[in-house]
Nanobody, 116 residues
Framework: QVQFVESGGGLVQPGGSLRLSCAAS????????MAWYRQAPGKGKQRELV?????????NYAESVKGRFTISRDNPKNTAYLQMNSLKPEDTAVYYC????????WGQGTQVTVSS
């Protein structure tokens, strides 16, 4: 059974940093692309694609986070990471990880709140 467990969120002041972790299980992690998504308050169930890392390590980012966020992966640990720097209030959201394709059931996510 494919499963994702996100952690590392919290309350941080504008300009601060957080590192999110995504522990994956139930599939061969190393051969799949991985991605981070976020669901902002008041946006309903719409999830925004934030960053993608391919099985080969190539990365791509949403324009809104480019230069501030870094996605990475540790294949032996079946874990993906999202390093978030220079956080802004508009980054406030629940952050999720998943495979871009095929998409699996969502985990519980981790709440990131950027506020002074």
């Amino acid at each position: 059974q494919v499963q994702f467990v996100e952690s590392g969120g919290g309350l941080v002041q504008p300009g601060g940093s957080l590192r999110l972790s995504c522990a994956a299980s139930g599939f061969i992690f190393s051969i799949y692309d991985m991605a981070w998504y976020r669901q902002a308050p008041g946006k309903g169930k719409q999830r925004e694609l934030v960053a993608v890392i391919t099985s080969g390590g190539s990365t791509n980012y949403a324009e809104s986070v480019k230069g501030r966020f870094t996605i990475s992966r540790d294949n032996p640990k079946n874990t993906a990471y999202l390093q978030m720097n220079s956080l802004k209030p508009e980054d406030t959201a629940v952050y999720y990880c998943n495979r871009p394709s095929p998409r699996s059931l969502w985990g519980q996510g981790t709440q990131v709140t950027v506020s002074s």
